[in-house]
């Protein structure tokens, strides 16, 4: 690939990021981080370890610390985002999904909250009422389009922010811990949905702990220990055979116990199969 044709692909690209909530508490430490435009990546990680700051950093709403953030080939910085141009360049390419849907969810009903963001885009009401209804047919949310979003289970709420950031056709989609709390039909429905986007065109970009989808939502897994840095990559395959690793950043754990005379030590997984090394 020519080198022109490597930088046009290169989306992100973080250099030796930190960042500290209040300087004081670390969320990232030495963050290096490349994706390139159609990606399907995964950032793996026990809670508390720094996946939600990144992809928040990611969609611009943090901004490092110490270290460089680089998206479409320009700075993401406070006063980058004071450029009207850019701002509203970046807001209509990249999409957050919140771990919490109830954070970004705050309209009278449904079809309000889904109409709500092409509005800010500048869409013609009528263009951001046909965007809505589209929405509302492609994730079937017709029998719930004229309630408020407060009044609903966390599952169905979870589909109306993802049709609420669908609906300004975002070109990166940032998913924060997208299945949890999500039954297991729900999660399939979510996995199916994702395939969909992702073939055509879209990058996606999900944070998660739950191992058992990590083959379903990534081409490429980068794993962040609870020192809040990236420790390895590879493909979601690698990732999951590599048993010294997840058990290092307490994805799985030991369990030590003895019988008789014999101590047994058994790793625990909850994915894929339930596996057992001795």
């Not at 943090?62 to 970046?90: N, V």
């Not at 807001?91 to 954070?103: S, T």
């Not at 079937?140 to 950031?165: D, F, N, T, W, Y």
Request: charged share 25%; hydrophobic share 40%.
């Amino acid at each position: 690939m020519a080198q022109d044709d490597q930088n046009a692909a290169l989306l992100y690209d973080l250099r030796g990021v930190h960042y500290a909530y209040d300087g004081r508490f670390p969320a990232l430490q030495s963050v290096n981080f490349k994706v390139t435009a159609g990606e399907r990546l995964a950032v793996v990680g026990t809670n508390g370890c720094g996946k939600s700051s990144l992809l928040h950093i990611l969609a611009g709403l943090l901004f490092p610390t110490r270290g460089e953030a680089w998206a479409y080939g320009q700075p993401l910085t406070e006063e980058k985002f004071r450029e009207a141009s850019f701002t509203a360049f970046f807001r209509e390419r990249v999409g957050l999904l919140f771990q919490n849907p109830d954070v970004q969810l705050f309209c009278p009903t449904v079809q309000d909250e889904i109409a709500f963001g092409p509005l800010q885009l500048n869409c013609t009401q009528a263009e951001a009422w046909e965007r809505s209804r589209e929405m509302v047919e492609m994730l079937g949310l017709e029998r719930i389009a004229h309630r408020s979003p407060h009044q609903l289970s966390g599952g169905e709420k979870k589909k109306v922010a993802l049709a609420s950031m669908l609906a300004v056709n975002p070109d990166v989609l940032l998913l924060d811990e997208p299945t949890g709390g999500l039954d297991p039909r729900t999660q399939v429905w979510l996995m199916e949905l994702l395939d969909q986007l992702h073939s055509m065109g879209k990058t996606i970009i999900t944070s998660t702990h739950d191992l058992s989808v990590l083959e379903d939502i990534s081409d490429r897994a980068v794993v962040m220990e609870e020192h809040h840095t990236i420790v390895a990559e590879g493909h979601p395959g690698e990732i999951l055979d590599d048993l010294d690793l997840l058990l290092r950043v307490n994805l799985i754990h030991e369990h030590v116990h003895r019988h008789k005379d014999v101590i047994h030590s058994h790793r625990h997984f909850h994915f894929l199969t339930h596996r057992h090394d001795e």
